[in-house]
Structures are given as C-alpha cells and as structure tokens.
C-alpha cells in the first residue's frame, strides 16, 4: 500500500534531465521507472554523447571504440532494466590481455582468487624476476585492500614497487592508459588500483572482457529512450540547453514555459561553463582547471577477408594500442578499429600521416596489407578528464535543493571519486543523482 501511495505522489512530479549520455539516460531511467515525469533534453542528434554512432557515408562506426569489463555491473544492470539483451549485445570473453610482441595474460575459467594467481604466474613474454615483481606487486595491493597511503603518480608508485622497464612497458603501461585515458607520469595510482580492486581483484567474472556487438547508442542509450517515452517520458533531440533558473514554482528551462521540479545536469564537465544558471555558485568551479585527455580511433577498411586472430589485441611501445577486429562482433569483416588513448606523438601527425603510420604498423607488427579501402580518424579532443591524483570531483548534490550533477566526473554520494572517466562512472552517476532527486521529492 505504501508503494502506491509513493508512486502516486511521484506521478505527479517532473524532473529535467540535461545530457542524454550514459550518466542522462540512466538518471532518466530510473527516474522513470520509479513513476516520475521525465524530459531529457540533448543538444546533439544523436543519443549516447561520448559514446555513439556516428554515421559516415552510411557507415556506421562510433565516436570511438571502447570496451567494458565484467566488473560494470551498475552498466550492465541497467541495460538489462530498459530491456536490453546483454548476452546477445556483447561478445563475452575470459580476460585475456596479448599484447605483441609477446606478452599474454590470460585468467582461466577457475573461481576467484585462483584466477589470477594462475593468470599472474603463467603471463607469457615476461622472464621469471619480471613475473615475480608483477606477482608480488599485485598481491601487496590485495592485502592492502587495494588502499594506498597517499595517492601518487602511477610513474612513482611504479618506480616504489620496482617494476622492471619490460613490465612496465608490456602490462603497466598499455593496462593504464587503457584504464584510465592518462600518462603513467600523470595518473593516478589509486584509481588504477581501484579499477584493479573492481576487475582482477574482483569475482572470476568481473575481469571478463565484454565487446559490444552494436554501435554505442543502439546499445544502450536508444533502447533506455523507448523505455522512458514507455513510461510516459520525452527524449528530446537536438535541444540544447543554455539557460536555468530557479522560480518560485519550480526550474525553467531556456525561459521556456515548462517548469520541473527538479532538474539533473548530465552535461560533460567542459560544457558546464556555458551554461547559465540563476543560483549563483552551484555549477562546481573546480573543473575548470581540469586537464582534459584525447582519445583517437583509427577505422581501416581492409579486404573482407582479412581477419585477426583475435578481436582484440595490444600492442607496445607503438602508435596504435589496442587494435579491434570488428568483424567479429559488428559483422564488418575487414573492419579494424584502433585505439590511441592519451595525449602522445600521434598528436603532431595529420589525420592522413597518421592513419599510414598505424598502417605501417599493423604491417609490421600483424602482418596486415599495406592498402586499405578506406580509412577515416576519428578525434575526441576532450574524451576524458586526466585521471591525476588526488583529483578534487563534485558530489552528485548541490548546494541548491532540486540541482543535481550527473557524470563520469561525479565523486557519488559518498563523495569520492572511485573511477576514472567510464562508462560505469558514468552510469553509477546517474542512478545515484536520480536516487538523490528521488529522496528529495519524497
Ligand atoms: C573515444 C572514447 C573512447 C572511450 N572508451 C571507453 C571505454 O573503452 N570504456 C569506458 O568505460 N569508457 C570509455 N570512454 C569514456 C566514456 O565514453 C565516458 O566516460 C562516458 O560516455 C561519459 O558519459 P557522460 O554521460 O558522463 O557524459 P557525456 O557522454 O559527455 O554526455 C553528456 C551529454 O550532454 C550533451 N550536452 C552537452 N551540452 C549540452 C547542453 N547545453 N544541453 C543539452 N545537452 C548537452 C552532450 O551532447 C552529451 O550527449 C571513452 C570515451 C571516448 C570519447
């Protein structure tokens, strides 16, 4: 009885959600499902922000590979509330990192720990001493709780645990920039150990590596959209929001008549500096100072019948990282994705220059052909925050009831940043600041 008498005062508030990446979409969601009134406003045409398609010349790539681990669960458990078939979006595998030349860790199909204990001790590519360092580096964090005294540099924590260079440059170095989109000069090694703590530390299943088999807004963001306009939302494209202010009933939007209750700002942390807000002080001032970090994606169109051994693959001490074969997962054989994460000296090189370095490279390295169909680069400027220790992140809340932050930069409720810039970050982020409008309604 007491459910109903909530969803019945709750059907009667609406709330404003701006942004319609993963951290809007989930907020709208959960908003949605617990009975709410929600619009969700998008500047963009397209939903998914810093993960989406995007369609050139009828072809339908995205802004940018990305991968998910088994350890998003707050990811993965959202997808399946607006209804999205997980076994069938990813293509799931047992972690297994190769990267070339030479180095591969894998963790078998064995409960947590054994796992990793086996994964650590049978590494390929590294000698015994390398293994060792690596092993009891690894099993240091664990009994530490994955906790360090201060937080530092990952360059300096490395240079403490006295990891040998070939360790480094073979697991730390592409594990890191991978993780969290940053230098090992500039990272922090909190956060790494605790997306470590969440993956390899985590369940067997947490560090399985999860490739979608879709673009990045069919996976998520457009299906979380019918589950909203279901329940009786609206999802609005195109819609950019410049203006809010507070009246004496509620929030105004762009000076629009339509006034919500509430509103969560799921904008990207750049963008909040252009957007005006009647209550002064409550947009957080200090991502303004932020670093931000790019992300590169190199699409080569090779022959159809050219294929990898494997969808994915690392390699070290090159331009590209990681190289993706997207036939196996989006049925476009021939179709390989490269990932440069972070800023490096693929960012002198003209877009042109650089796809025939990463050409050059996959030559050499994979023994892929010199000529491709067609290639295109895509850049994200601003992909990421720089993931630097000790960073000072926002609370979901504000110092104005009804003005919530959602976003991959938000530090939660607790007020700690956790993650680095992710997908999952993105979503707990969400859910957390729609609990948070949710608490305050009621
Ligand atoms: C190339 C690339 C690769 C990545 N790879 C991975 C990966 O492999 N794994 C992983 O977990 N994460 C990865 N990430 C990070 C991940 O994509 C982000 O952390 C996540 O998408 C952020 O979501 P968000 O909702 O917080 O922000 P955003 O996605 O930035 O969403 C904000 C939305 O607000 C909209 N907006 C902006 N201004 C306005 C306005 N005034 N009015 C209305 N709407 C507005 C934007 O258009 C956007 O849609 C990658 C990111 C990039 C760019």
Redo the contacts with the bound molecule.
């Keep these: 009885m007491a459910s109903v008498e909530n969803v019945v005062v709750l059907k009667t508030h609406s709330v404003a959600v ?9 907020a709208a969601a959960e908003l949605a499902a617990a009975g709410i009134n929600v619009s969700v ?4 045409k ?7 398609k995007v369609g050139l010349e009828g072809k339908s790539l ?8 088994g350890a ?1 669960t707050e ?1 993965l458990a959202m997808m399946s509330k607006v209804g999205v078939d997980c076994k069938t979006a990813f293509l799931r595998r047992p972690m297994e990192l190769v990267v070339k030349p030479g180095f591969r860790l894998a963790c078998p199909a064995l409960p947590a720990p054994l796992h990793l204990a086996l994964g650590l001790l049978f590494a390929q590519g590294l000698s015994w001493s390398e293994r060792f360092a690596l092993v009891r580096t690894i099993r240091a964090a664990q009994a530490a709780k994955w906790q360090l005294p201060q937080d530092m540099t990952v360059s300096n924590w490395l240079k403490e645990q006295r990891q040998p260079d070939a360790l480094i440059s073979r697991f730390w170095q592409p594990l890191t920039v ?1 993780a969290l ?1 940053t230098p090992l000069a500039l990272a922090s090694a909190q956060v790494l150990l605790n997306v470590l703590r969440d993956s390899l530390g985590g369940v067997r299943a947490a560090s399985d590596l999860l490739l979608p088999r879709l673009d ?1 807004s069919a996976l998520y963001p457009d299906t979380a959209a019918r589950f909203i306009e279901q329940k009786g939302g609206h999802v609005y494209r195109s ?4 203006r809010v202010a507070k009246m004496a009933q509620g929030w105004q939007l762009n000076g629009e008549s339509e006034i919500f209750d509430a509103v969560i700002c ?3 942390p750049h ?1 909040l500096s ?2 005006q807000v009647s209550v002064p002080d409550i947009l957080p001032l200090q991502v303004r100072n932020w670093i931000y970090q ?4 190199v699409y080569l169109q090779y022959d159809p019948a050219v294929k990898l051994a494997k969808p994915m693959l690392g390699l070290s001490d090159s331009l590209a990282q990681w190289v993706f074969d997207r036939g196996f997962t989006h049925q476009t054989d021939g179709l390989i994705a490269v ?1 440069i ?1 972070a800023e490096g000296p693929h960012q002198a090189l003209a877009q042109d220059e650089l796809a025939q370095a990463v050409m050059l490279e996959l030559h050499q390295r994979l023994s892929l052909p010199m000529d491709t169909l067609w290639y295109r680069v ?1 850049t ?1 400027k ?3 925050f720089a993931c630097t220790p000790d960073l000072q992140r926002p609370s979901n809340q504000t110092s104005a009831a009804g003005f919530w932050l ?5 530090a939660g409720l607790a007020g700690k940043g956790d993650y ?8 707990r ?2 859910v957390a600041a729609a609990q948070g409008v949710l608490k305050e309604l009621n």
Excluded: C, K, W
Excluded at 406 to 410: H, R, S
Excluded at 420 to 427: F, H, K, M, N, Y
């Design positions: 701006l942004g319609a990446g993963y951290a809007g979409m989930s406003f998008e500047a963009g397209v939903l998914g922000g810093r993960a989406r995205d802004n940018g590979q990305h991968l998910v681990i998003y990811l991978a989109n990045f819609r950019r929001i410049r799921a904008l990207p963008g252009a957007l790019p992300i590169v994606t990932v994460s895509i994200e601003r992909a990421t959602a976003g991959d930069y938000t680095p810039a992710t997908l999952e970050g993105a979503v982020s969400g």
